[in-house]
C-alpha cells in the first residue's frame, strides 16, 4: 500500500544515491551536465548561484520553498543528503521503528533562528566559515570527497595490481592526491558528531545547527498541509512520540510542534490506529512566541542583505625578507572562473564538487589559505599538477556560482596568476645544464628559451601567461621551483599570441604528376 513514508524512502534513495554517484565517479564517467540539475535541488547551493546568475537553480530555490510553503519541511527528509545520513544512522542504530525512544523535547526555536541567522549575516558579510562547516550539502560532499573517495581510489588501484599487466579486471591505475590528515580531520570530527547526535538525540542537528533548517522552519509556520492528531481516533500509546526523529511530537498534550517537523512519517506509520493524519488546515494559527522568534530572523536576514561590504580580508602577502617563492605559496590560487580571491571565497561553501571532477587533480581543498573565513575551500596546487589549458569542467559542475562556467575561448585568457623566474634556483644557472622543461610545457608560450652563453635559459613574457602552473609542475629543482605561479588577487585577462600564418605557395608542375 502506498505511503508517504515509502515515497520518502524511495526520493530520499535515489537523491542520496545521484549526488554520491556525482563525487564517487572516480571514473569520470558521469557527464559534467548532470550537475546542473541534481545540484538545482540543493537549497544553499542553489539560492547562492540564483544571485550570481540565471540558471536552473532557481527553478530548484522557487520548487523548495513552494513544497515547503504547502508541505512543510519534506525536503529535509526527500532531498537533503545529510538528513538521510542521519536517518540512516538511525535505522541501524535503533532498528525498527517501535524501538525507537525518541521523547518529545520543546523545540528551541529561538536558539535554532539565532545561529541560523549568524549563520547567513556572517555569510553575506564575507566570512564563510559558519556557512561552510554546517551546510548540509556540502558536509556531506566533503565528507565523501575527504574520506570516501580515496578508499576507493586505494582499492581500486589494489585491484589494478591484482590484475597485472593483462588488466583481466578493466581497470586502471588512478592517481591518489589531497590525503592530509589536518584536513581529513574536520569531516571525520563532523562526522563523528553527526553520528552521536543521531543516536542519542534524533535529527537534532537539523533543528539546532543547520541554516536550511532554520530558513525552512520558519516557512513550515505557514505550511498548508500538516500532520496533526485525531483525539477521538488516539488510544494514548505514545508510539508516535518516540518515532519522532525531530522529538516534536508531544503525545500527552496531543500536540505536533509543525516547524520542527521535518516530514518523514514515520509517526503515520507507527500509529496503530488513525490517530495520525496528514491533510489540508485551514487556517494557520502562528503562536506569538513563533512570531518573535520569526522577526528575529528577518531582522537578520535583513542585516544579511545590507551588510555586502565584507567584513574579512583575504591574508596578505608575506613579509618583504621571505623569498618570492615562499611568499607567493602563501595565497591561494583561485579556479579560473573564480573571479578572484576575495569574490571566490564569499560564495564557495566547500562543497568540493570541482575536487572530484577534476581531471589533472590539481584542485585541492585548502586548510587555511583564504584565512579562517575560508577553511576547506579549494585551490590549485601546483605540485600535483596543473590546469589543463582546454579544460572548464570545475566551472560546469560548480553548484553556487564561486566558479563560473566560462567559455573554452574565454576560460583560456583568463589569468589567474603570472609567472616569477628565479634564475638563480634555475639549473641553467646552479648546474650549467640545459633543461628547458618549463618552455616545453607552457601552452601559451609566455615562457621560451632564449639563449645563454653556450646554454639557453627561460625567458619570461607576463601578458600571456595565464598562470596555468604548467611550467611549475614541470620544473625539477629542489625543494623550491625555479619558476612558479604568483597569484592575481583579482584575475585579469592574458593576451593571445598572434600566429603567423605561413604564405601559400604555388604548386611547381610536375613532368610527371603521376
Known amino acids: 500500500m502506498f505511503t508517504f513514508r515509502s515515497l520518502r524512502i524511495v526520493v530520499a534513495t535515489v537523491s542520496i544515491v545521484l549526488l554520491s554517484a556525482l563525487y564517487l565517479d572516480i571514473a569520470g564517467r558521469i557527464p559534467a551536465s548532470w550537475n546542473s540539475y541534481i545540484l538545482a535541488f540543493q537549497f544553499a547551493p542553489a539560492l547562492l548561484k540564483t544571485v550570481t546568475t540565471v540558471s536552473v537553480a532557481a527553478l530548484g530555490v522557487v520548487f523548495i520553498l513552494t513544497l515547503t510553503v504547502m508541505y512543510g519541511r519534506i525536503y529535509c527528509s526527500y532531498l537533503c543528503p545529510l538528513g538521510t545520513l542521519q536517518d540512516i544512522v538511525i535505522w541501524f542504530a535503533h532498528g525498527k521503528t517501535k524501538h525507537r525512544k525518541f521523547p518529545y523535547a520543546k523545540p528551541a526555536y529561538k536558539a535554532h533562528y539565532l545561529v541560523s541567522t549568524i549563520i547567513i549575516v556572517t555569510a553575506a558579510g564575507g566570512s564563510m566559515v559558519l556557512l561552510n562547516l554546517f551546510e548540509p550539502f556540502s558536509s556531506y560532499g566533503r565528507m565523501l570527497s575527504s574520506l570516501i573517495r580515496p578508499a576507493m581510489i586505494v582499492v581500486n588501484n589494489a585491484a589494478a595490481i591484482i590484475a597485472g599487466p593483462g588488466n583481466l579486471l578493466g581497470v586502471v591505475m588512478i592517481p591518489l592526491h589531497g590525503v592530509n590528515l589536518l584536513t581529513m580531520g574536520v569531516p ?90 496528514y491533510s489540508y488546515q ?130 583560456k585568457s583568463v589569468q589567474i596568476g603570472k609567472v616569477t623566474f628565479v634564475k638563480e634556483d634555475c639549473i641553467v644557472e646552479t648546474k650549467k645544464k640545459d633543461c628547458g622543461a618549463c618552455a616545453e610545457h607552457c601552452a601559451t608560450k609566455a615562457v621560451r628559451m632564449v639563449p645563454y652563453g653556450r646554454l639557453t635559459l627561460p625567458e619570461i613574457d607576463n601578458q600571456y601567461c595565464v598562470g596555468c602552473g604548467a611550467c611549475e609542475h614541470a620544473c625539477p629543482t629542489v625543494p623550491r621551483r625555479a619558476i612558479f605561479v604568483t597569484p592575481n588577487p583579482v584575475h585579469l585577462t592574458a593576451k593571445k599570441r598572434e600566429e603567423k600564418r605561413m604564405e601559400p605557395q604555388e604548386a611547381v608542375p610536375s613532368e610527371f604528376p603521376f
Do not use: W
Not at 483525539?231 to 500509546?237: A, K, S, V
Not at 514515520?266 to 490517530?275: E, L
Not at 602577502?317 to 602563501?330: D, I, L, P, R, T
Open 188 to 277: 571525520v570530527l563532523f562526522l563523528g558528531v553527526l553520528i552521536v547526535l543521531s543516536v542519542r538525540r534524533g535529527r537534532l542537528f537539523c533543528n539546532l545547527l543547520c541554516p536550511v533548517g532554520g530558513v525552512l522552519s520558519l516557512l513550515s509556520h505557514i505550511s498548508v498541509y500538516r500532520i496533526t492528531i485525531q483525539g477521538t481516533e488516539c488510544i494514548d500509546c505514545g508510539l508516535c512520540e518516540r518515532v519522532c526523529r525531530a522529538e516534536c511530537i508531544d503525545s500527552k498534550e496531543k500536540t505536533i510542534d509543525v516547524a520542527a517537523c521535518v516530514g518523514c512519517f514515520d509517526c503515520i506509520g507507527a500509529c496503530p490506529t488513525n490517530g495520525m493524519k
Open 282 to 411: 485551514r487556517r494557520s494559527v502562528i503562536t506569538e512566541k513563533a512570531a518573535a522568534d520569526r522577526r528575529v530572523v528577518m531582522m537578520g536576514l535583513s542585516a544579511a542583505l545590507i551588510d555586502t561590504t565584507g567584513i574579512r580580508k583575504i591574508p596578505g602577502v608575506a613579509a618583504a625578507e621571505e623569498s618570492a617563492y615562499a611568499a607567493a605559496k602563501k595565497l591561494p590560487v583561485v579556479p579560473p572562473g573564480g573571479q578572484g580571491m576575495e569574490m571566490f571565497s564569499q560564495l564557495c561553501t566547500a562543497c568540493h564538487r570541482c575536487i572530484a571532477v577534476c581531471p589533472t587533480h590539481v584542485v585541492q581543498q585548502s586548510f587555511l589559505e583564504y584565512g579562517m573565513a575560508g577553511i576547506l575551500q579549494p585551490a590549485l596546487d601546483f605540485h600535483v599538477n596543473y590546469c589543463n589549458y582546454d579544460c572548464t569542467l570545475c566551472g560546469e559542475v560548480c553548484p553556487t556560482g564561486a566558479i563560473r562556467h566560462l567559455p573554452e575561448n574565454e576560460k
